[in-house]
Nanobody
Framework: QVQLVESGGGLVQAGDSLRLSCAAS????????MGWFRQAPGKERNFVAT????????YYADSVKGRFTISRDNAKNTVYLQMNSLKPEDTAVYYC?????????????????WGQGTQVTVSS
């Protein structure tokens, strides 16, 4: 059973940085795509970034390109989201997702495995 546990959220000011972590367990993740999505109150869940575990190929939403970096540590089975130059509009619950055979999908419904989420709040 795949388990994903996010951590690293918090309250920061605009312009600050945060690094989110997603600890993955339950199987070997070679061949999986790992994604970060976010959901603000009253809004739908939106794509942030994805990474293909084996190749390291990444894909970003336009809204975070150049500010956020997704990466993975094979030895620790952990995916990271480094978030720099944070803006108030980045405020949301951030979720880690995983699945096989989805390429670099930006569609939340393509992923079957999800973490519980971690809150990121950016004050102006």
């Amino acid at each position: 059973q795949v388990q994903l546990v996010e951590s690293g959220g918090g309250l920061v000011q605009a312009g600050d940085s945060l690094r989110l972590s997603c600890a993955a367990s339950g199987r070997t993740f070679s061949g999986y795509t790992m994604g970060w999505f976010r959901q603000a109150p009253g809004k739908e869940r939106n794509f942030v970034a994805t990474i293909m575990w084996s190749s390291g190929i990444t894909y970003y939403a336009d809204s975070v390109k150049g500010r956020f970096t997704i990466s993975r540590d094979n030895a620790k089975n952990t995916v990271y989201l480094q978030m720099n130059s944070l803006k108030p509009e980045d405020t949301a619950v951030y979720y880690c997702a995983a699945d096989r055979g989805v390429g670099l999908s930006s569609i939340p419904q393509a992923y079957n495995y999800w973490g519980q989420g971690t809150q990121v709040t950016v004050s102006s």
